[in-house]
């Protein structure tokens, strides 16, 4: 069963680098998208996405706004945050983990594996 994922930045070089990296190391399919606003509709679609990855700083709708509205319209799937600043109230917007930036490409897939439980 392959896995979707979704990558939400508005930095088109990290979505890039971590779409390579999470398909590449992990086999997933990834989709992108450069702002909360464009992630909601991405997020309601079906069949749903098995994990959600969301930068925090975002032009227009920030990520933990995106993720409260997400989950406000009743969305269960896992949604880590990537971060270059620490943040504690992330959690309580919604998110299931923080991973922090810059990322190691390689390491991502292994990250989220070990987050989520998923088989290698």
Do not use: H, N
């Not at 679609?45 to 925090?56: E, G, K, R």
């Amino acid at each position: 069963m392959t896995r979707r994922i979704l990558v939400v930045d508005d930095d088109e070089d990290i979505r890039e680098i971590a779409r390579l990296a999470l398909e590449t190391v992990g086999g997933w399919q990834v989709d992108t998208e450069p702002d909360g606003q464009a992630a909601l509709t991405r997020a309601a679609s079906s069949p749903p996405y098995d994990l959600i990855l969301f930068d925090v700083m975002m032009p227009g709708m920030d990520g933990p706004t995106a993720v409260r509205r997400i989950r406000a319209d009743g969305c269960t799937t896992p949604i880590l945050f990537l971060t270059a600043r620490p943040r504690d109230d992330l959690v309580d917007a919604g998110a299931d983990g923080v991973l922090r930036k810059p990322f190691d490409p390689m390491t991502l897939a292994e990250e989220i594996r070990a987050r989520l439980g998923w088989p290698a």
